[in-house]
């Protein structure tokens, strides 16, 4: 090997991109002992995404809660906190933004700005409960966090089986107005006459516009900017990153340590609630009663650790675990393979990321090899 | 020494180590005789602490070859090192804090009683006479956390010697020591020559050197300079060895005029963090242009008297005024406000934050200040402008450092970052704590005259220093601290290392 090749292998970039492929080699490993065609299972995977407008606007839309999770948990990752509680911020988002979609009446656009940070508020707040928790009584973020998902859990669908809340003999509670929604096609519009229309004349663009894609994406990538220029560019950031990476330091040198960890969960907690908001303004347009956690949160765990915490990164990591996740789905109808293979391979691909950071020492050892 | 033994323990033979752009080694050779004591000396940032972590398998080297005892070896990692017989004491220690001592020194090493079951029994009674043996006297039980940095450091020591190590690899080991706590690990080191085994020390202190080692091999910018038998040379001969000019072991002080008062703390009294009363009854005063020493044998209080001024701990009684302004159980932020920067003793815990790059570090206590930001948004390229003019004023290597990470850089290097960074602010009162513990003779010539011109800028400087060399050349008063208490108030022209020293024991003059 060539030493080019080798420095190669320090670079925080191929570190993703060989996890990525290790994910992919132990998934098809996987299939091939379950005795499936991996090649053929990729196959329907990647053109089934790539051949479709439709799929990849669906991707899109799949990945934009999960992108909101994973920021959630990227930047507490980047002030040294471990905000295991996207999924109960997430929950909290989601019963908010319904509540103020339905009871609330406003004008388009404006709806959605309210509901947008009403949500980040109480999303933020429960957030900064568990760092008021670590703050005062020294209680671990992981472990308060932890029991916080499964109190809003709870908290949700006592909230959903309230008489007046509910839709009679169903499970889910009154659906938003239309005032709050963020589709870009609304569905009435595509069942109007204007809407058939449209999606017999534009081959591509019909496609598109069977899904719920809406604002929810353009909402992610700025969250996703601000973070960045949060960390990387203001005092404040300069203060969660020191306090993450040293608070004893942070502290001595006049960093108000406490405030510090408070505002970190705040903000952690806001972005996980604007996911929820987002999924219930462009896709369920209500909450239900829930039988079991939904998995977003955990998702973004696992988005964030991909990006390696970098919150542009979690755009990309969030696209590509909702593009797995898809594409699973897509194997299973196709080929019968079940979809806890795609669960493995994404696994990997965690797994892989965090072995990561031994590539340098393999570089090292090649370097050395090569010299003798 | 018989035909059979080989002619050295260790030898280093052509070593090369890059780091991304440094080049850390070029071509060095160490040869280590057995049963012999081998200082290694140079510069900060020579590339010492690499060669070192390369011997004992924590790097590799680019390119090079080892022999131990004569038999070409591949240390892949500190695991083979420990096989090979090879144990080192790091510069900054890198035990588990809320673990026992004895826990710490069988860690990954343990006695079972089958099954898995520690046997902690004969751990404790292996260890006692294993300390026993060589004069480090430990408690098996203590927790890590509860103990001086001297018993880390026995800890460490004994944690090789557990492993049953030949070759002993200390990295700086009495820049965290008082004078007494030296002489003990001298003494430690020469049972352990005696014993057959052999030992490489990395130390600044030419005293040291002089003292303790037989032969002495220098390093400057990463290339071998020369190995002298440490009797055929004297300590300014090895200065300018390392330096590579001549170097003044004093600092010049100039015309000294005091003026108003500055600091005074009256009546103070601290609890440690177990409830122990450690300042008792404590005040002083400090005035415009003066330095004032604190002189104490370490553990006599002058922690916890550091951390009251500063803010880190909560005084239980008493007053600290600064100008005027009662500060007494302020925090931090307010401190700073009164006027007041602190070099602390501990850099790697409380002075930076490691995973910071230079230039981050350099603004730890000023980024929300004009012109590092405005209205909140951090302005880089001045950022970076402040860091590239305090490399090269305070001489912090690698030149191009400022994007590197703090934790890259070498100890000494670490120290001269929270130096720049506490000078710069021009504070009305500086705490030094140790300002120059693991800096080379070079940037210790330059750290004491910054710290003089400072206090004949009007500056007024309370020195911690356990050295009583630094407390001698520097203070213009010296104040001892025994069991809490200001002793003695005295002036240097008027007394001696001797006094000093009688006082620090406790006893009276
Ligand atoms: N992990 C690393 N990454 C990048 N550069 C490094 C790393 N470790 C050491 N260096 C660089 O290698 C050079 C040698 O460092 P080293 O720690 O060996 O110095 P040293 O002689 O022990 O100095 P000191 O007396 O200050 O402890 C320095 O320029 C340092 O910045
Ligand atoms: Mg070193």
């Avoid at chain 1, 979609?101 to 004008?107: E, I």
């Avoid at chain 2, 081998?38 to 080892?66: R, V, W």
């Avoid at chain 2, 510069?91 to 804090?97: A, G, I, K, N, T």
Wanted: glycine share 8%.
């Amino acid at each position: 090997m060539t030493s080019r090749w080798i420095n190669l292998l320090r670079k925080p970039l191929t570190a993703i991109i060989i996890s990525v492929l290790t994910g992919f080699i132990i998934g098809a490993v996987v299939l091939t002992a379950s005795g499936y065609d991996a090649l053929e299972a990729y196959r329907i995977m990647f053109s089934g995404i790539a051949g479709s407008p439709k799929y990849m606007a669906q991707v899109v839309v799949n990945a934009v809660p999960i992108i909101l999770t994973g920021l959630s948990v990227a930047f507490a990752f980047r002030t040294g906190l471990f905000n295991i509680g996207a999924e109960g911020q997430f929950v909290m988002g989601a019963l908010t933004g319904t509540m103020i979609g339905y009871y609330l009446p406003l004008p388009p656009i404006i709806h959605p700005i309210v509901i947008f940070a009403l949500a980040f508020l109480v999303g933020g707040l429960y957030g900064a409960l568990a760092g008021y928790l670590k703050n005062k009584f020294g209680i671990h973020e992981v472990i308060s966090t932890i029991m916080l998902n499964w109190i809003a859990f709870y908290f949700n669908n006592y909230i959903v089986n309230l008489p007046g809340v509910k839709v009679e003999s169903t499970l889910h509670a009154n659906p938003i107005l239309d005032s709050a929604k963020i589709n870009f096609f609304s569905t009435a519009w595509r069942r109007s006459d204007a809407g058939r229309e449209f999606i017999r004349e534009h081959e591509i663009l019909g496609e598109i516009v069977k899904t719920d894609l809406g604002a929810g994406i353009f909402v992610a990538i700025i969250f996703a900017f601000l973070l960045w220029f949060v960390l990387r560019h203001t005092t404040t950031g300069f203060e969660l990153r020191a306090v993450g990476l040293n608070r004893f330091a942070a502290e001595f040198s006049g960093v108000p340590v406490k405030k510090s960890i408070f505002l970190s969960m705040f903000i952690a907690g806001g972005v996980a609630a604007v996911g929820g908001a987002i999924l219930v303004l462009s896709t369920t347009n209500t909450v239900s009663v829930l039988s079991a956690q939904e998995g977003y949160g955990w998702d973004g765990i696992s988005v964030s650790l991909i990006a390696n915490g970098n919150p542009l990164a979690v755009l990309f990591s969030g696209l590509l675990f909702a593009a797995l996740r898809y594409g699973g789905m897509l194997i299973q109808s196709k080929t019968g393979a079940p979809t806890e293979i795609i669960n493995i391979m994404i696994g990997s691909i965690v797994l892989a990321v965090a072995v990561a950071p031994a590539l340098p020492r393999l570089a090292d050892y090649l370097s050395q090899r090569r010299a003798r | 020494m018989t035909d059979s033994t080989p002619r050295y323990a260790v030898e280093m033979n052509g070593i090369f180590k890059s780091f991304a752009k440094v080049k850390a080694l070029e071509d060095v050779d160490l040869k280590v005789r057995p049963g012999t004591i081998h200082a290694l000396l140079g510069e900060n940032g020579a590339g010492k602490s690499t060669l070192m972590k390369i011997l004992y398998g924590l790097y590799n080297a680019d390119k090079g070859e080892i022999l131990i005892n004569g038999k070409s070896v591949q240390i892949r990692n500190p695991r083979a090192a420990i096989d090979l017989g090879i144990g080192m004491v790091h510069q900054h220690f890198m035990l588990v804090d809320n673990f026992t001592i004895a826990e710490n020194i069988v860690l990954g090493h343990e006695v079972t009683r089958g099954f898995g079951v520690l046997n902690q029994d004969l751990a404790n009674k292996n260890i006692a006479e294993l300390g026993h043996k060589y004069g480090l006297d430990v408690d098996p039980k203590a927790l890590i956390q509860d103990v001086s940095v001297a018993t880390q450091q026995r800890v460490e020591i004994l944690k090789a010697l557990y492993r049953g190590i030949d070759i002993l690899i200390l990295d700086e080991p009495t820049a965290v020591l008082t004078p007494q706590e030296i002489t003990s690990l001298i003494d430690t080191m020469h049972r352990l020559v005696e014993d057959g085994k052999t030992i490489i020390i990395i130390t600044h202190k030419l005293k040291e050197i002089k003292a303790v080692a037989e032969y002495c091999t220098v390093i400057r910018r990463g290339k071998l300079i020369d190995t002298v038998l440490v009797d055929e040379v004297s300590q300014s001969d090895l200065a300018n060895m390392m330096v590579g000019r001549e170097v003044k072991l004093t600092t010049d002080k100039g015309e000294r005029s005091i003026g108003d008062l500055v600091l005074s703390v009256s009546n103070l009294h601290v609890r440690d963090r177990r409830g122990v009363l450690k300042v008792h009854d404590l005040s002083l005063h400090l005035r415009e242009g003066e330095i004032l020493a604190i002189a104490g044998v370490d553990g006599n209080g002058q922690t916890e008297l550091i951390d009251a001024i500063t803010g880190l701990a909560q005084a239980e009684s008493g007053q600290i005024l600064m100008r005027g302004t009662d500060i007494t159980n302020k925090q931090p932020r307010d401190v700073h406000e009164a006027g007041i920067r602190t070099i602390h003793e501990d850099r790697q815990k409380r002075g930076l934050v490691l995973d910071f790059t230079v230039a981050e570090d350099l603004v730890l206590e000023t980024y929300d200040q004009a012109p590092y930001s405005r209205r909140g948004v951090l302005k880089w390229p001045v950022i970076h402008e402040h860091a590239a003019d305090q490399i090269k004023r305070f001489d912090i290597r690698p030149k191009e450092s400022a994007r590197q990470k703090v934790r890259d850089l070498s100890g000494g290097n670490q120290q001269k970052v929270i130096v720049a960074r506490e000078i710069h602010q021009n504070p009305s009162l500086l705490i030094a704590c140790q300002p120059t513990r693991g800096l080379d003779v070079g940037a210790i010539e330059f750290v004491r005259k910054a710290l003089v011109e400072q206090s004949t800028e009007g500056k007024a400087i309370l020195l911690v220093s356990l050295e009583l060399d630094e407390v001698f050349d520097l203070a213009d008063r010296i104040n001892v601290i025994y069991n809490g208490k200001i002793v003695a108030d005295l002036n240097p022209a008027e007394t001696n290392e001797q006094q000093v020293g009688l006082l620090m024991a406790g006893g009276e003059l």
